[in-house]
């Protein structure tokens, strides 16, 4: 069974931009879910999806959005960018109602 | 609210030797689970163990052993036998009992493995 692949690794973007990124769930998961992981901190829910959606939402402005499709594959957009959100974005998908997350190796995204 | 406190920003142990990291966890649902992960250079997080709020036993994986105490709610991770790889972030979580799967994580412990 494949794990779970976040694309791209790394990252820079300007403030003002906007960036996607890109996760694939393990097969036979069918939620994602989306945290922030500032430097020295850890990971701070973002949002989670579920059947394409959204399903719960941590304390993130709306420019924060995201996707889910059929495939449970996932996407996570960040708008107008700042530069308070260069961190380390990690996707974790899991079956509902099942307590195994398995997480991806991450995308660090570094705003100038 | 819900919260999780390791109050151990970072711990060393000498390799072979035991080693527990500390976890505190608030949370006025009956129904949750704790976590534990392991966080390497390269960003990943690997699931080491669980233990759910009604569970009877601690919870063992190999040489990783989880010492729950409900009433004082704790929740610590022990690593027997440490080896070298061992050196990582460590991370403790909890996630609610509800609909969805979203998970708290403390601040984590950063863990050092000596020869």
């Known amino acids: 069974e494949t794990g779970v692949t976040q694309s791209p690794t790394h990252l820079i973007k300007t403030r003002g931009q906007q960036v996607t990124l890109r996760c694939s769930s393990q097969?036979?998961?069918?939620?994602v879910s989306w945290y922030q992981q500032a430097l020295g901190q850890g990971p701070q829910f973002i949002f989670q999806?579920?059947?394409?959606?959204?399903?719960g939402r941590g304390n993130f402005p709306p420019r924060f959005s995201g996707l889910q499709f059929p495939n449970y594959s996932s996407e996570l957009n960040v708008n107008a960018l700042e530069l308070d959100d260069s961190a380390l974005y990690l996707c974790?998908?899991?079956?509902?109602?099942?307590?195994?997350?398995?997480f991806g190796s991450g995308t660090r995204l570094t705003v100038v | 609210a819900q919260k999780i406190t390791q109050t151990q920003p970072g711990m060393f142990v000498q390799e072979k030797e035991a080693v527990t990291l500390d976890c505190t966890y608030d949370t006025s649902d009956p129904s949750y689970g704790l976590f534990w992960y392991k966080q390497p250079s390269s960003g990943e997080m690997i699931f080491l163990i669980y233990?759910?709020?009604?569970?009877?036993q601690n919870a063992t994986e190999g040489r990783y052993s989880l010492n729950f105490q409900k009433a004082r709610k704790s929740a610590n991770l022990v690593i027997s036998a440490s080896q070298l790889g061992d050196s990582a972030m460590y991370f403790c979580?909890?996630?609610?009992?509800?609909?969805?799967?979203?998970?708290?994580f403390g601040a984590g412990t950063r863990l050092a493995v000596h020869p």
């Open positions: 999806y579920y059947r394409e959606e959204e399903n």
């Open positions: 233990q759910g709020s009604y569970d009877q």
């Open positions: 097969s036979g998961h069918n939620t």
């Open positions: 979580a909890m996630r609610e009992g509800g609909g969805y799967n979203k998970l708290i």
């Open positions: 974790a998908s899991s079956l509902r109602g099942d307590y195994g997350y398995t």
